[in-house]
C-alpha cells in the first residue's frame, strides 16, 4: 500500500488481514502505529523519491499495489515507471469528483459523459488516471476506484468544508443555528470509510477488475437535511436549519466564500450508480451504518472541535442573509 493507514485504508488492512494477506505499506513516519502490529510491515519513506519509492518495492515484492497517496501527475508518473511489469494488479484510488459537476446525470455511472471538474485536487486526479491508462510499452495491470464521500474518524462532511464535522458537532450542540443550501432537499451520496476500504479489499486481487473503474459509494442516498439530521441523532439534538438560496450565498460577497463552500453540495445533486461494483460482487454487504460512522467521529474528536466564541463565516453567512433587505 503507498499512503496507509488512513481514512480509508485502515479498514482495507482490516479486511486483508483478515484474509490473511501479508500487507506492507510505504508512509511517513507516524503516531498511533501499534494498534497495526503484525498486521502491517511499514516501510517509512516519502513516496515522491524515486529512491524511497524502489527501495519499498524490492523489499515488499508485492503482488497487488493499492495506491492511496498518488495526487499529482508527476506522481503517476513515478508510480508508472516504478513498478511496471512488477505488479499483477495496481488498484489506483481516484475520486468522484474526477465526473466533474453538475453531473451530467442522476445517478452518476462510471461510463457518463464527464464534465470539467471544478477544483485543483478533481483536475489532477483526472490527469494521474489519464497518465496510468496512457497508452504506450510502460502500462500497469491497473484498476481504478473512485471513492464517494467516506467518513471516518477524522473525516464529516458538510457544505461548509471537508472538515465540517469540527464545526458542526459544537454548533449542534449548542443548538446554533445551521446554513442548509437551498431548500436542504439537494442530494447528497454520503458513506462511511470502512465500507469503502472493504470494498477496495474486494477487488484487490481479482483479475476480472483489471482494466475496470468503480465507483464505491454507500447503497443509500439522502438529502442534505437528512444527512444533518444523522449526525443531530447521534447529539440527541434537533437541527435548527437556515435554508440560504445558493445565488445568494454566491452574490453576498463575504470573504472567504470561495475558499469555505463545496460547490457540488451547495449547488449541485450528487448521486453516484454503484450497479457495476454489486455486479462484480453481487454478495457484498455494506456493514456499518452512517449512524455508527458519526457516533465514531463524535467520540473520537472530543477535545477537538471548534471554539464556538470565535466569529465563524457559518455565522456570518447566516447573519447576512437574515439581514438582507
Given amino acids: 500500500m503507498l499512503g496507509a493507514p488512513g481514512n480509508i485504508s485502515a479498514s482495507s488492512i482490516e479486511a486483508l488481514s483478515a484474509e490473511h494477506h501479508a500487507i506492507c505499506a510505504l508512509t511517513h513516519p507516524k503516531k498511533d502505529l501499534d494498534s497495526y502490529g503484525g498486521k502491517v510491515t511499514f516501510y517509512f519513506g516519502d513516496r ?19 495506491d492511496y497517496s498518488c495526487f499529482r501527475p508527476e506522481q503517476a508518473e513515478l508510480a508508472v515507471k516504478t513498478f511496471c511489469d512488477t505488479v499483477k494488479q495496481y488498484i489506483f484510488v481516484s475520486t468522484v469528483d474526477v465526473y466533474g459537476y453538475p453531473l451530467s446525470q442522476l445517478p452518476m455511472p462510471e461510463n457518463g459523459s464527464w464534465n470539467a ?11 494521474c488516471e489519464e497518465i496510468f491508462q496512457k497508452p504506450g510499452s510502460q502500462r500497469l495491470p491497473l484498476t481504478i476506484v473512485r471513492p464517494a464521500y467516506s467518513m471516518g474518524n477524522k473525516f464529516l462532511l458538510t457544505a461548509l468544508s471537508r472538515e465540517g464535522g469540527y464545526s458542526l458537532v459544537p454548533r449542534l450542540r449548542a443548538g446554533k443555528p445551521l446554513f442548509s443550501p437551498g431548500d436542504g432537499t439537494a442530494l447528497i451520496h454520503a458513506g462511511n470509510a470502512y465500507n469503502c476500504g472493504k470494498m477496495i479489499a474486494r ?4 483479475t476480472r477488475c483489471i482494466g475496470e473503474d468503480f465507483t464505491l459509494a454507500h447503497e443509500t442516498v439522502s438529502t ?3 444527512y444533518i439530521r444523522i449526525v443531530a441523532g447521534q447529539l440527541k439534538t434537533k437541527p435548527s436549519f437556515v435554508h440560504i438560496p ?4 454566491y452574490c453576498c460577497n463575504l470573504p472567504g466564500t470561495e475558499d469555505v463552500l463545496l460547490n457540488d453540495l451547495t449547488r449541485h445533486n450528487v448521486y453516484f450508480d454503484i450497479s457495476k461494483f454489486k455486479r462484480f460482487f453481487p454478495d457484498f454487504r455494506w456493514e456499518k451504518s452512517m449512524q455508527e460512522s458519526v457516533a465514531e467521529f463524535i467520540a473520537y474528536n472530543e477535545g477537538k472541535y471548534d471554539d464556538l466564541s470565535l466569529p465563524s463565516y457559518e455565522d456570518k453567512l447566516i447573519e447576512a442573509y437574515q439581514n438582507k433587505a
Fill in 203 to 206: 477487488i484487490a486481487g481479482d
Fill in 117 to 127: 471538474p471544478n477544483c485543483e485536487y478533481a483536475a489532477n486526479k483526472v490527469l
Fill in 48 to 66: 515522491d523519491n524515486p529512491a524511497d519509492l524502489a527501495a519499498a518495492r524490492e523489499q515488499a515484492k508485492a503482488d497487488i499495489v493499492i
Fill in 246 to 249: 445558493s445565488d445568494f450565498v
Fill in 224 to 226: 442534505y437535511d437528512d
